[in-house]
Structures are given as C-alpha cells and as structure tokens.
C-alpha cells in the first residue's frame, strides 16, 4: 500500500496535509445557505482520488482565494 496523503496536526492546533500527484485545484462559487452563512468548496484532485474542504464563511468575499503574496 502506498499512502498519497498526510495529515498533520500541529501544536499550534493548525492542520496540515501533504497531498502527492495533486493534478487540479477547484474552488465552488459561494453559496447562501443561511441568513449571514456561505457555503463552498475546495476540492484537490489528484491521481489517486480528491480531497473535498468544505469551508463556511459569514461573508462570500472570505471565500475567495488570494495566492500567496499576492494579498
């Protein structure tokens, strides 16, 4: 058995995943699910399966994704 990802749990209480052969990144469109809560998702494909985040935010715009040093 080959393991293709890693997840970490740090002691600052962060999360950390290791992911190999990841071959896409896609984010949803933010959805209202609930007066002031959104809804979307991160998927990360790779060739062994995806891994799907599912985030909640009380704003759309805090579901947008800013590549590193770019923000």
Known sequence: MQTVAAI???DNHSLSMDMESVSRID???PKQIDDGMWFCELL??????TV???LLADDPAKLQVVPQGLE
């Open 8 to 10: 970490s749990f740090r």
């Open 27 to 29: 984010i949803t469109a």
């Open 44 to 49: 990360v494909r790779g060739a062994h399966g």
């Open 52 to 54: 799907v985040l599912n």
